[in-house]
């Protein structure tokens, strides 16, 4: 029986080699990926749908996060970014800092979206006048240099340092700061929700260092709640700014959109800075796309978009900001003289 299959599948072979050929290089063009990334120009993330305050007042207009689009590097991709404009390549390498790979990137970027949503929930219970209460700073390791000797991890909270609690990475300096080089350090970290005891050893750079640098998010509580949601596919900061905007136009009775569809980036700090974004020119074309009336972005984007516009005609109102409270203000003027 099975020589009779073996046969079978010989003779389907010899009879169609050609076809399978072509078939197994088609195949090879599109999963084979190269080490690049193409930029495209993306698209707009309503955030009417993604965040809701408790009994929030309703809005006629709405802020919506840019962002890019990425195709992967594989051969008809990279083709077809000669063709296209818009479509650019860039490295893999340009991508990630020196000495870590994508996934760790990505977890990385994890964090800092996690960041700018408790920041922009921060800044607008602030500017609001609501109430929140930070009851605790959670200290997560973002990157480690090539020169660390540690088992810590990106995403670990580091809830202890040689027996000693830290609350940021000032602490973590200071008693780093009294060893000399080549001394073992003990770190008590939380990882996946298990406490767990890992090192790292001391060296001279600039001062004394173990290569670890340091991230802190929130948890805080609000009144009214609050509650976002997002995507696994997505991350990064660059949607802090208008998350802020969203949430405190939900806990505001006037509405700041003035009924318009506003499309921005840029990323917010708990005081309340916005702060220089990449990939504007694909935001920008994404805005458009979505019938933005509104762009919005970080003052040290304004020139690229305003070229941009520039360059493609495009009728929108663009918005530089280099705060929160700089762009609540722009957005009552603009809605004062319609």
């Given at each position: 029986m099975f020589a009779k299959i073996y046969e079978k599948i010989k003779e389907f072979i010899k009879e169609n080699y050609k076809e399978l050929i072509v078939l197994l290089?088609?195949?090879?063009?599109?999963?084979?990926?190269?080490?690049?990334?193409?930029?495209?120009?993306?698209?707009?993330?309503?955030?009417n749908d993604r965040i809701t305050v408790e009994d929030g007042y309703e809005v006629e207009g709405s802020f919506n996060m840019?962002?890019?689009?990425?195709?992967?590097?594989?051969?008809?991709?990279?083709?077809?970014?000669?063709?296209?404009?818009?479509?650019?390549?860039?490295s893999s390498e340009d991508l990630t800092i020196e000495g870590e790979n994508m996934d760790e990137a990505l977890a990385r970027e994890r964090l800092y979206m996690?960041?700018?949503?408790?920041?922009?929930?921060?800044?607008?219970?602030?500017?609001?006048?609501?109430?929140?209460?930070?009851?605790?700073?959670?200290?997560?390791?973002?990157?480690?240099?090539?020169?660390?000797?540690?088992?810590?991890?990106?995403?670990?909270?580091?809830?202890?340092?040689?027996?000693?609690?830290?609350?940021?990475?000032?602490?973590?300096?200071?008693?780093?700061?009294?060893?000399?080089a080549g001394e073992r350090v003990s770190l008590k970290v939380l990882r996946d929700e298990e406490e767990k005891e890992c090192f790292a050893v001391t060296y001279e750079?600039?001062?004394?260092?173990?290569?670890?640098?340091?991230?802190?998010?929130?948890e805080y509580e609000t009144d009214p709640e609050v509650t976002i949601t997002s995507r696994a596919s997505e991350a990064g900061s660059s949607g802090g700014l208008m998350m802020s905007l969203s949430i405190y136009n939900q806990l505001v009775e006037e509405d700041i959109t003035g009924g318009k569809k506003i499309v921005g980036t840029g990323t917010i700090d708990i005081e309340g800075n916005v702060g220089e974004i990449g990939g504007?020119?694909?935001?920008?074309?994404?805005?458009?796309?979505?019938?933005?009336?509104?762009?919005?972005?970080?003052?040290?984007?304004?020139?690229?978009?305003?070229?941009?516009?520039?360059?493609?005609?495009?009728?929108?109102?663009?918005?530089?900001?280099?705060?929160?409270?700089?762009?609540?203000?722009?957005?009552?003027?603009?809605?004062?003289?319609?």
């Open positions: 290089v088609i195949v090879l063009l599109f999963t084979v990926e190269l080490p690049f990334k193409i930029y495209t120009p993306g698209g707009a993330v309503n955030l840019a962002y890019v689009s990425m195709v992967r590097g594989s051969i008809p991709f990279l083709l077809i970014s000669y063709v296209i404009p818009d479509w650019d390549i860039v996690q960041q700018s949503i408790d920041a922009a929930i921060i800044n607008a219970y602030k500017a609001a006048g609501k109430d929140i209460t930070i009851i605790r700073t959670i200290n997560e390791v973002s990157y480690l240099t090539k020169e660390a000797d540690t088992d810590l991890k990106i995403g670990d909270q580091i809830l202890s340092v040689n027996g000693e609690n830290i609350s940021s990475l000032e602490d973590l300096k200071a008693i780093i700061g009294n060893m000399d750079a600039e001062g004394m260092k173990i290569g670890v640098s340091l991230l802190t998010t929130y504007v020119k694909y935001k920008l074309i994404g805005a458009v796309k979505n019938d933005a009336e509104i762009f919005m972005c970080p003052e040290e984007n304004y020139e690229e978009a305003v070229s941009v516009a520039e360059d493609k005609g495009y009728d929108i109102t663009i918005v530089s900001v280099a705060t929160f409270e700089e762009a609540i203000k722009k957005l009552d003027e603009l809605n004062s003289s319609n």
